[in-house]
């Protein structure tokens, strides 16, 4: 067979994964392993845009019964990588409205676990029977070990080098000093003749101590829109509060507020703690968090929320400004996850930014560096768009 014959056929089989059955007149049936992936995609995708007879060929693909669904689940396992997979099980619980599912266990035994899988089990966590429970705790312990070793490592780096520097004295003891940077500090100040540096400046830094150098306050809207955000800031909190020179708070609000601070040694418990969805009073968990505060130039308090605010809005900018004030380190975070650009309240978000504080959306990433740049109480308006650069390029 020619290769010319060869290519041509390979391009008819890649159109025919691609248009699905609806092409199988012209281009033939899909065989083999074709054929398995394309009627796993056909369970999902072939039901239509709508109308009374779209959910009966989409109950004709998968069906009601869990069983069916998780032999559905592990095909698609079998047959496409993780990050399709992921998508997939995302598009099969909106468009199919498998939700219900999700509650027995032989169900979640199958499912590929990641961020939005374990969204949604959070936010079904209420009404979830026992016996699935234990099979949704480890799905969520599954994908909160792989961020900790994603995110752990640098996160440590990050804060406790910011903190190394923001000790840094200009007037250290001799066994302070940091002769390093002295050097470097001092290098215009070169004598040739003498082969040496004059140091003008001597850069050092504090004794080391094992006391809390900064309070930090995580406040974490908890509506349906952030479970992503939600499930990041749990892990981050939990990571920040192992770090003795940090003093970690976690509060997670809709119209009521929960202090889940007690529970951050152990972030599977702190997820399950939460309660994704209902309304939003950003005021009422500011006015809390504010009680935690007693050290106002050395805490750090990040609000992560799209500032859809159902509380009183006048009082929450004075809050905020009752903080930046006395020295406290604001972050407003639009979104803490890989995303892309959030919904957000435009009026909110500008109202901050003319108090100082800039509201802006930050990935998994980055929130180490800016947790840094917190600490050094560098300027996080230019944080925010050094990001903004980043993302877009």
Same mark, same amino acid.
């Given at each position: @067979?020619?290769?010319?014959?060869?290519?041509?056929?390979?391009?008819?089989?890649?159109?025919?994964?691609?248009?699905?059955?609806?092409?199988?007149?012209?281009?033939?049936?899909?065989?083999?392993?074709?054929?398995?992936?394309?009627?796993?995609?056909?369970?999902?995708?072939?039901?239509?845009?709508?109308?009374?007879?779209?959910?009966?060929?989409?109950?004709?693909?998968?069906?009601?019964?869990?069983?069916?669904?998780?032999?559905?689940?592990?095909?698609?396992?079998?047959?496409?990588?993780?990050?399709?997979?992921?998508?997939?099980?995302?598009?099969?619980?909106?468009?199919?409205?498998?939700?219900?599912?999700?509650?027995?266990?032989?169900?979640?035994?199958?499912?590929?676990?990641?961020?939005?899988?374990?969204?949604?089990?959070?936010?079904?966590?209420?009404? @979830?029977?026992?016996?699935?429970?234990?099979?949704?705790?480890? %799905?969520?312990?599954? %994908?909160?070990?792989?961020?900790?070793?994603?995110?752990?490592?640098?996160?440590?780096?990050?804060?406790?080098?910011?903190?190394?520097?923001?000790?840094?004295?200009?007037?250290?003891?001799?066994?302070?000093?940091?002769?390093?940077?002295?050097?470097?500090?001092?290098?215009?100040?070169?004598?040739?003749?003498?082969?040496?540096?004059?140091?003008?400046?001597?850069?050092?830094?504090?004794?080391?101590?094992?006391?809390?150098?900064?309070?930090?306050?995580?406040?974490?809207?908890?509506?349906?829109?952030?479970?992503?955000?939600?499930?990041?800031?749990?892990?981050?909190?939990?990571?920040?509060?192992?770090?003795?020179?940090?003093?970690?708070?976690?509060?997670?609000?809709?119209?009521?507020?929960?202090?889940?601070?007690?529970?951050?040694?152990?972030?599977?418990? %702190?997820?399950?703690?939460?309660?994704?969805?209902?309304?939003?009073?950003?005021?009422?968990?500011?006015?809390?968090?504010?009680?935690?505060?007693?050290?106002?130039?050395?805490?750090?308090?990040?609000?992560?929320?799209?500032?859809?605010?159902?509380?009183?809005?006048?009082?929450?900018?004075?809050?905020?400004?009752? @903080?930046?004030?006395?020295?406290?380190?604001?972050?407003?975070?639009?979104?803490?996850?890989?995303?892309?650009?959030?919904?957000?309240?435009?009026?909110?978000?500008?109202?901050?930014?003319?108090?100082?504080?800039?509201?802006?959306?930050?990935?998994?990433?980055?929130?180490?560096?800016? @947790?840094?740049?917190?600490?050094?109480?560098?300027?996080?308006?230019?944080?925010?768009?050094?990001?903004?650069?980043?993302?877009?390029?």
């Amino acid at each position: @067979m020619s290769e010319e014959s060869t290519a041509g056929r390979e391009r008819a089989r890649r159109w025919r994964m691609v248009l699905g059955g609806a092409a199988e007149e012209s281009l033939g049936k899909a065989a083999g392993r074709d054929g398995a992936m394309d009627g796993a995609l056909a369970a999902l995708y072939d039901g239509g845009d709508g109308g009374e007879g779209t959910a009966d060929r989409r109950s004709a693909g998968l069906g009601s019964s869990a069983p069916k669904v998780a032999r559905w689940l592990g095909d698609i396992r079998e047959y496409f990588p993780s990050t399709v997979v992921q998508v997939m099980q995302a598009d099969a619980i909106d468009r199919l409205d498998l939700t219900r599912l999700l509650l027995e266990p032989e169900m979640l035994a199958a499912v590929e676990p990641d961020v939005h899988l374990v969204g949604t089990l959070l936010s079904l966590n209420r009404v @979830m029977p026992a016996a699935a429970k234990e099979t949704a705790r480890q %799905v969520v312990r599954t %994908v909160v070990e792989q961020l900790e070793r994603r995110i752990e490592k640098k996160t440590r780096a990050a804060v406790t080098g910011a903190l190394n520097r923001a000790a840094r004295i200009s007037r250290p003891k001799h066994a302070d000093i940091d002769w390093d940077r002295t050097i470097l500090a001092n290098l215009k100040h070169y004598q040739a003749e003498h082969r040496t540096v004059i140091p003008e400046r001597l850069v050092g830094y504090g004794r080391r101590t094992t006391s809390v150098q900064r309070d930090v306050v995580l406040c974490v809207d908890q509506s349906g829109s952030m479970a992503a955000s939600v499930v990041f800031s749990g892990v981050f909190a939990a990571v920040l509060a192992s770090m003795r020179s940090l003093r970690t708070s976690l509060v997670v609000f809709d119209t009521a507020v929960v202090d889940l601070t007690e529970q951050l040694s152990d972030p599977v418990e %702190v997820l399950f703690g939460t309660q994704l969805g209902g309304g939003t009073d950003i005021n009422r968990a500011i006015a809390y968090s504010q009680q935690l505060i007693t050290r106002p130039r050395d805490s750090i308090f990040v609000l992560i929320s799209d500032l859809y605010e159902g509380g009183v809005r006048d009082e929450m900018l004075r809050r905020v400004a009752e @903080m930046t004030a006395a020295g406290v380190q604001v972050v407003v975070l639009l979104a803490l996850s890989d995303e892309g650009a959030p919904a957000y309240d435009h009026e909110n978000a500008a109202a901050l930014a003319a108090l100082g504080v800039p509201a802006f959306a930050c990935t998994p990433d980055a929130f180490p560096d800016l @947790m840094a740049a917190a600490i050094e109480r560098r300027d996080l308006l230019a944080f925010a768009e050094r990001l903004a650069d980043q993302q877009a390029h």
